[in-house]
Structures are given as structure tokens and as C-alpha cells.
């Protein structure tokens, strides 16, 4: 069974840096894509990031404006996402999501990050 | 940017209807289309993916159709279960995006 679990959710200040981790276990994780995605109060889903499974390609949605980094540990099943120069509007629950087939998301339960002074 | 248009964006029906949803992409993206329902402080849960597969654990009372720029989401008998809002996902082409969801009340 695919498990993730999100950590490194935090109250931070505008202009702080955070990074989040997910844990992955029951599959064999260097052969899947992962994904940040994030839900901000009220809202609705937002995919953030894509990194391919051997951390080569790595893709961001627009709204990051470059202050985004994802990147994965295959040795330790674990795909991270640095986020730098935190807003307000960075507040949200972020989401891990393995790429299992074609159109296909395996989530977990996140993790929520709190941007405010 | 593909745009995902949902409608409607929210609707009231009672235990026992049939309902259907739309999502309209704003260019084609073949069968790449899923489908989530998402409860109060819980994360997605998928129901349907390559837009008509029905996800294992999900009750066949939930179907997905559609291909090209028009996809439907339809629940044949409403359970007290499925208030939720309901979301769709495009995988065509990044950014993945989302739809704006649709809200299921009771009436």
C-alpha cells in the first residue's frame, strides 16, 4: 500500500524559508514522478510541482515565480519542497502526490504552513 | 495555460438523484482528465482517472465520461455520503490545473 507523509508544516513569517519532506513507503519510489500540490484556506487545488522520478526534470507552476525548489532523496524514499521568500498567500496545506499511471495521483494527508507575522 | 471550467460551481439535489457535472477544458486534452471528491479537512479522493476509469474502492454509482474539451461527472442514486465538492484535474499538458469545483448540497 502507498503511503506519504507530509512534514515541515509551520507558522513562519513573510520572507521566511521552510522545507517541507514527505516520507514514502510501499512502492518502489525512484520509479514514480512526485508532486507538490497545495490548498490554501477556502479554496481550491492548486498544483505547485512535478519532479520525475530520477530528479532530472523537475517543472513549477508560474505563480512560484522561481522561489520553489523540489527535489528527492531515492535513498531515503523522500521528496522535499523548499520554499523561499514565503507570502501570505503561501498559506495553505501542501500535498504530496505520487504520479502512480497516466492520470492517476496518489495523495497524502499534508501538511499545512501558516505564512504570517 | 489549459483552463478547466466546472458548472455548475455549486448545486442542491436530495438523497436519491441523479447528478452530473460538467468540466470543460479550454483546449483539447483527449481522455488526460480526473476526477476527486474532497470532504471538510481531508484530502482529495479520487474517483475516476483517463476520464471514464472508475478508481478501485470507488462505488460504481459514480461514472466519468468525455473526451476532446467536454467531460462529465454523473452520480446515479445521491448517498448521504456524497455531499462533498467535486473537483477536475487535467494531466494534458503543464501546469496541471484544476478545476474550480462544484459544490453538492442538500436540498
Known amino acids: 500500500e502507498v503511503q506519504l507523509l507530509e512534514s515541515g508544516g509551520a507558522l513562519v513569517q513573510p520572507g521566511g524559508s521552510l522545507r517541507l519532506s514527505c516520507a514514502a513507503s510501499g512502492f518502489s519510489f525512484r520509479s514514480y514522478a512526485m508532486n507538490w500540490l497545495r490548498q490554501a484556506p477556502g479554496k481550491g487545488l492548486e498544483w505547485v510541482s512535478t519532479i520525475d522520478g530520477g530528479g532530472d526534470a523537475t517543472f513549477y507552476a508560474d505563480s512560484l515565480e522561481g522561489r520553489f525548489t523540489i527535489s528527492r532523496d531515492n535513498s531515503k524514499n523522500t521528496v522535499f519542497l523548499q520554499m523561499n521568500d514565503l507570502r501570505a498567500e503561501d498559506t495553505a496545506d501542501y500535498y504530496c502526490?505520487?504520479?502512480?499511471?497516466?492520470?492517476?495521483?496518489?495523495w497524502g494527508k499534508g501538511t499545512t504552513v501558516t505564512v504570517s507575522s | 495555460a489549459i483552463q478547466l471550467t466546472q458548472s455548475p460551481s455549486s448545486l442542491s439535489a436530495s438523497v436519491g438523484d441523479r447528478v452530473t457535472m460538467t468540466c470543460r477544458a479550454s483546449?483539447?486534452?483527449?481522455?488526460?482528465l480526473a476526477w476527486y471528491q474532497q470532504k471538510p479537512g481531508k484530502p482529495p479522493n479520487l474517483l475516476i482517472y483517463?476520464?471514464?476509469v472508475l478508481e478501485s474502492g470507488v462505488p460504481s454509482r459514480f461514472s466519468g465520461s468525455g473526451s476532446g474539451t467536454d467531460f462529465t461527472l454523473s452520480i446515479s442514486s445521491l448517498q448521504p455520503e456524497d455531499f462533498a465538492i467535486y473537483y477536475c484535474q487535467q494531466f494534458n499538458s503543464y501546469p496541471l490545473t484544476f478545476g474550480g469545483g462544484t459544490n453538492v448540497d442538500i436540498k
Open positions: 483517463d476520464a471514464s
Open positions: 483546449q483539447g486534452i483527449s481522455s488526460a
Open positions: 502526490a505520487q504520479w502512480a499511471v497516466s492520470t492517476k495521483f496518489v
